[in-house]
């Protein structure tokens, strides 16, 4: 709809498929931790892989299935590098605080390099129909968005803030390509700025609220002598918690939503598809708050329910407006083989990350 | 083996179309609308079998193709991982089993790594790390002593003779006596074993130096036993593994994942303070001093922190409960 602009060709607007069940992951989770433990963290490389190769072959549109690409020796490569660089960060700030003082400089120089680095392989690694996402960034625009802005806005009273998440979203998504069709995206400060008031407005909403419950109680527990202090204060604490649970569930749906949505709608690859997605905030708010509650009361073990939920729900309420010549698009359409033999080719072929 | 049916997309290209696909003794033979392709079954690249997920051959040209029924594998003997991963038996064990090797892992193996690792950082590390710390506390958080120089004196004397008499090295232990707003009535020791002691607490302290010897027993206790290196090391560690195995949980179960990590580290650091408070008590035995001097010295905290006694609290708290530390010490004085 906010498309109609990007092209006067007629689209067929096409799903976004998933197939996950939770009951299948979780004996694929249970057995990627069980092993994980008993190898001291090293399957761990496998588990993520075979974790993400679950839900991406799980995901698919018109009919083809999104694959990932990476092995776990290049994750357990990318993971004892990353092992190294936190242990030297941690052991020197903690250790040696003055030479930490360096070592936290250093850090803040390598962050865009590794944040590159990260994207370039997450979306090299990631295919459909046999052709391969690419990202191109550049170290200086990396340095700007993701490390000078940010500590810039800290002396703004934070008032810059939402701009540097749109210009690192925009970042993200203008240098990514499909094969060799680049995306196009064109988002607004004005969402970033409007969602930021939104959620601080909420925010100050809940602590009034909580202000004026905790004031009542306070004033109800000093009528009654015959509560027990200790225990109203236990019991004042738990209600707190999920007050907690309630506002980090309903602000990060109410973010996450409206940024998605409007990323989505605002983002096409030409010739070939716009994108919508229609995130509701209360349901996704709902969604969240359930799926906290679940890893709570199950110690965790509802995880893979809740991952398959998510996964379920955001695909379902997102769809592509295929251009109806795209077929033929697609049929010609070609791996970019220099760049990715260039990229292959380098020494740190890997998403240096713990995670 | 049977024929497989699924999508064929050309080399490096989205190009697709309808294919089957059959594995026979050493030869794929892959049937396209219009042609038929042959590869050396050993040149294939096929996705690892995972229990709802289609599986993937790539051929050495590029091409690919993906298996129509996410149940259907290229070799007839399903692998060992994915065995495991839809074995009900194993699964249900898991759901007891996971959550005790999680414990075992993070409190009894972690703990006990941290502890024999430490004992090989060398002195220079502890004695650089202790004063780089000192320097920044002492700029930001204490302020020179007000105390009579008689009464620094006589902390100092009594301080130096225990040294004596249990073998410490005096230019290793040293003592400062600073005033700070900060730490209140408190005691801390650094790695190096730089041990300072609050104003507020001497004065507290004030006709009961058995009890300040306690508490200074106490803290050269935690220099001793290696306790901030410990504590380093194992969060450093537990940190790690955390992320590497819950890595993929993102968002609120991070939040419940790090509140989980700070109670068990929490529980570290009491076991510490008890490792200490019995140090302190042994020593203080050594010394000829009443143990009940500790007591003492934990029973001012109590009065002046006016604690309740609750035990949903205990969790939370980096140090034991004071009830519980008196209790101990009244207990040593009996054995």
């Keep these: 709809m906010e498309n109609s602009d990007v092209s006067t060709a007629s689209t067929t607007t096409t799903p976004v498929v998933f197939t996950g069940k939770a009951g299948e992951f979780f004996g694929i989770w249970l057995v990627n931790i069980l092993l994980s433990i008993v190898t001291l963290g090293i399957y761990s490389a496998w588990a993520k892989v075979r974790t993400l190769q679950y839900f991406y072959g799980n995901t698919s549109i018109d009919n083809h299935n999104f694959s990932y690409l990476a092995t776990p020796m290049q994750i357990l490569k990318g993971r004892i590098l990353a092992v190294i660089l936190f242990a030297v960060y941690t052991l020197t700030t903690q250790f040696l605080p003055m030479v930490g ?10 962050m865009p390099w590794l944040i590159n680095q990260s994207l370039r392989f997450n979306s090299r690694m990631t295919s459909y129909r046999n052709v391969r996402f690419a990202f191109k960034g550049s170290y200086g625009y990396a340095l700007l968005y993701f490390i000078i802005l940010p500590i810039l806005s800290v002396f703004t009273l934070y008032l810059l803030l939402p701009w540097a998440l749109k210009k690192m979203d925009e970042y993200i998504y203008s240098n990514l390509s499909y094969g060799d069709k680049p995306l196009k995206t064109n988002i607004s400060a004005v969402e970033y700025y409007s969602t930021s008031l939104i959620v601080l407005g909420v925010s100050i909403m809940f602590g009034v609220a909580v202000s004026i419950a905790v004031g009542a109680g306070a004033v109800a527990g000093g009528m009654s002598d015959g509560l027990n202090l200790d225990s109203l204060m236990s019991f004042a604490g738990v209600i707190m ?115 | 083996m049977t024929m497989i049916q699924g999508t064929y997309y050309y080399p490096a290209s989205s190009k697709a179309e309808q294919a089957e696909l059959l594995v026979k003794e050493g030869v ?33 040209d590029g091409g690919k193709f993906v298996a129509a029924d996410s149940k259907a594998r290229i070799h007839a003997k399903p692998s060992m991982l994915e065995r495991l991963e839809s074995h009900k038996p194993l699964i249900a064990f898991s759901i007891v089993g996971v959550p005790l090797l999680l414990w075992f892992c993070f409190a009894v193996v972690m703990p006990r790594m941290a502890a024999a690792s430490v004992v090989l950082v060398p002195d220079a590390v502890s004695e650089t790390m202790g004063e780089q710390a000192f320097d920044i506390i002492e700029e930001l958080m204490l302020k020179p002593s007000e105390l009579a120089q008689e009464r620094q004196q006589q902390v100092k004397q009594q301080w130096q003779s225990a040294l004596t008499s249990l073998n410490l090295s005096p230019e290793k232990f040293v003592l400062h006596v600073y005033r700070s707003d900060y730490f209140g009535a408190n005691a801390f020791a650094l790695p190096n074993g730089t041990v300072v002691i609050t104003d507020d607490l001497l004065n507290r302290l004030e006709d009961n130096p058995d009890a300040v010897l306690a508490i200074l027993l106490h803290e050269i206790g935690h220099v001793q036993q290696q306790h901030s290196l410990r504590l380093i090391a194992q969060s450093v560690s537990n940190a790690i593994v955390l992320a ?92």
């Design chain 2, 28 to 60: 794929a033979q892959l049937f396209l609308v219009e042609k038929q392709l042959d590869y050396s079954a050993s040149s294939l690249k096929i996705s690892s079998s995972i229990p709802g997920v289609a599986q993937e051959v790539v051929f050495e």
């Design chain 1, 101 to 110: 003082l360096a070592v936290i400089v250093a850090v803040l120089f390598l």
């Design chain 1, 241 to 355: 918690l999920v007050v907690y649970l309630i506002l980090i569930s309903v602000i990060s749906a109410i973010y996450r939503a409206r940024i998605r949505n409007h990323i989505f709608n605002n983002t096409e690859i030409e010739g070939l598809t716009t994108f919508t997605s229609k995130v509701s905030v209360s349901e996704y708010a709902m969604l969240l708050f359930v799926n906290t509650l679940a890893i709570v009361f199950t110690l965790g073990l509802a995880y893979p329910w809740t991952a398959i939920r998510q996964s379920a729900y955001l695909a379902s309420v997102t769809e592509l407006e295929i251009v109806d010549g795209a077929q033929a698009v697609l049929d010609t359409m070609e791996e970019q083989q220099s760049s990715f033999a260039e990229e292959a080719a380098e020494v740190f072929d890997v998403d240096i990350a713990l995670t």
């Design chain 2, 244 to 335: 590497m195995i819950f890595g993929d949980i993102d968002g609120i179960g991070e939040i419940i994942i790090g509140s989980g990590s700070t109670l068990v580290q929490n529980a570290f650091s009491r076991d510490m303070e008890r490792e200490a408070d019995n140090y302190a008590l042994e020593q203080l035995v050594a010394l000829g001093k009443p143990t009940t001097a500790f007591a003492d010295a934990m029973s001012s905290f109590s009065e002046l922190k006016k604690q309740s006694n609750a035990d949903v609290l205990q969790y939370l708290s980096t140090h034991p409960e004071i009830q519980e530390r008196i209790d101990n010490a009244l207990k040593f004085n009996k054995e």
